[in-house]
């Protein structure tokens, strides 16, 4: 019993060698997006061409299931720029891209330690591979990403190089995080002519979580900014970003951040996750951000209007004027100022005159036009009582007009 259990200690120990503890970010995990199975783009988007650098490996995927799979390097390109990946999901096939299937990659955060801390110290991001180091770096990969026994590896070179990868991994492992999005806060504003446009910008990373330290240029269709980079402070976020007003009334600010997308970042298919092989960025990529935000200046002006009558009162023939005053308070010029006043029933119009603009007596439309900051302009109107239009049975005494007939 004793030499069993010796054997049994020694097994659970090479085992135990053999399968690291899967942290709970491990890549293979069901992804889940509210509401559908449609992901959302957080920044870039990768397109799989096909196989790179490796050789066909066997091994056992389960324990006592014998498989033998292509393990190397894969060639694609991230936002068009040339680049290396590896598998992180052994039991999904690869979503290559091509014109009649045009399959696309999007980012879903960074991988587990392990992993990155792989991607970070072997090929190819620290030189071209052989065939069999790129075959023992993906085994070593899904050890991490799947539970491979890389013990079960039948190919003794590519076996004991995933091993010395993996214990490497356990012992020096870290972490990181990548730029996704940026986003401008108002996205949009409507102001005064004249008036500073003021926005803030904030840096998230794949898990929308805020970026502190990310350069950001910004630029300007029209008008002035108060700087052209910043960095986003501790909170990930740029205050203050001004913009002064140009010749245009429209404006466009742009912010574009430069940064390195770093092997690590795990690729998901776009539209259905789950369904496909997963994929693990081998090489860094230089890539941008941005985002934008508008501003549409509009001119404003305060006008007041006042209207006075020659008589409060009037008798039947009687000529009253009426004379109507408008004034631009400001702060700019208005353009195609209209003002309505209908003469009502009871009055005749005559005639008008005015400092500018025309006048309908019909549709009682003053056309004033533009009228300057601080200028007036003014339309009197000659009318004449009309009781009779009052009354349709308006009628006179005749002879009778002065005396009582009242009894």
């Known amino acids: 019993m004793k030499k069993l259990n010796l054997i049994f200690a020694i097994s659970f120990l090479i085992m135990a060698q053999a399968f690291a503890?899967?942290?709970?970010?491990?890549?293979?995990?069901?992804?889940?997006?509210?509401?559908?199975?449609?992901?959302?783009?957080?920044?870039?988007t990768v397109r799989v061409f096909g196989i790179g650098i490796g050789k066909n490996v066997s091994f056992q995927?389960?324990?006592?299931t014998n498989k033998s799979v292509w393990a190397g390097t894969l060639s694609g390109e991230l936002n068009g720029i040339a680049a290396k990946f590896y598998c992180i999901d052994i039991s999904h096939n690869l979503a290559t891209y091509s014109v009649s299937s045009p399959n696309e990659y999007t980012d879903d955060g960074s991988t587990n330690q392990y992993i990155s801390y792989i991607l970070n110290n072997y090929a190819p991001f620290t030189g071209i591979p052989t065939q069999d180091e790129a075959a023992a770096i993906q085994v070593a990969i899904w050890h991490f990403s799947d539970g491979v026994d890389a013990s079960t590896v039948t190919n003794t070179t590519i076996k004991n190089r995933a091993l010395a990868i993996i214990a490497d991994a356990n012992a020096n492992?870290?972490?990181?995080?990548?730029?996704?999005?940026?986003?401008?806060?108002?996205?949009?504003?409507?102001?005064?002519?004249?008036?500073?446009a003021?926005?803030?910008?904030?840096?998230?990373?794949?898990?929308f979580q805020t970026m502190q330290g990310v350069n950001v240029d910004f630029g300007a269709s029209s008008g002035s900014l108060n700087f052209t980079s910043a960095v986003t402070d501790a909170t990930g976020t740029i205050s203050g970003i001004t913009l002064s007003q140009g010749v245009s009334n429209n404006a466009t600010i742009t912010a574009t951040a430069h940064h390195i997308i770093p092997q690590g970042t795990r690729y998901i298919h776009k539209v259905s996750p789950n369904q496909y092989q997963k994929i693990v960025l081998a090489t860094p990529i230089n890539t941008t951000v941005t985002s934008t935000a508008?501003?549409?200046?509009?001119?404003?002006?305060?006008l007041s209007i006042t209207?006075?009558?020659?008589?409060?009162?009037?008798?039947?023939?009687?000529?009253?004027?009426?004379?109507?005053?408008?004034?631009?308070?400001?702060?700019?010029g208005a353009t195609s100022v209209?003002?309505?006043?209908?003469?009502?029933?009871?009055?005749?119009?005559?005639?008008?005159?005015?400092?500018?603009?025309?006048?309908?007596?019909?549709?009682?439309?003053?056309?004033?036009?533009?009228?300057?900051?601080?200028?007036?302009?003014?339309?009197?109107?000659?009318?004449?009582?009309n009781l009779q239009s009052l009354n349709s049975n308006f009628f006179t005494l005749g002879e009778a007009v002065g005396y009582n007939l009242l009894y």
């Open 61 to 64: 995927f389960p324990i006592g």
């Open 338 to 385: 209209v003002v309505t006043d209908q003469i009502p029933t009871g009055l005749d119009f005559n005639s008008y005159s005015s400092s500018q603009g025309s006048y309908n007596n019909t549709t009682g439309v003053w056309t004033v036009g533009n009228l300057a900051n601080g200028g007036t302009a003014t339309l009197q109107m000659t009318t004449t009582v």
């Open 294 to 302: 508008s501003v549409t200046w509009v001119a404003t002006a305060d």
């Open 21 to 44: 503890v899967i942290p709970d970010s491990v890549v293979n995990k069901p992804f889940v997006v509210p509401g559908g199975s449609m992901t959302q783009s957080s920044g870039s």
């Open 307 to 332: 209207k006075t009558s020659s008589s409060n009162t009037g008798n039947h023939g009687e000529i009253i004027t009426f004379t109507i005053t408008v004034t631009n308070h400001g702060p700019n």
């Open 198 to 207: 003021v926005f803030n910008l904030t840096g998230y990373n794949a898990s």
């Open 173 to 196: 492992s870290n972490s990181g995080s990548i730029l996704s999005t940026l986003l401008f806060n108002p996205t949009s504003q409507s102001l005064p002519v004249g008036q500073n």
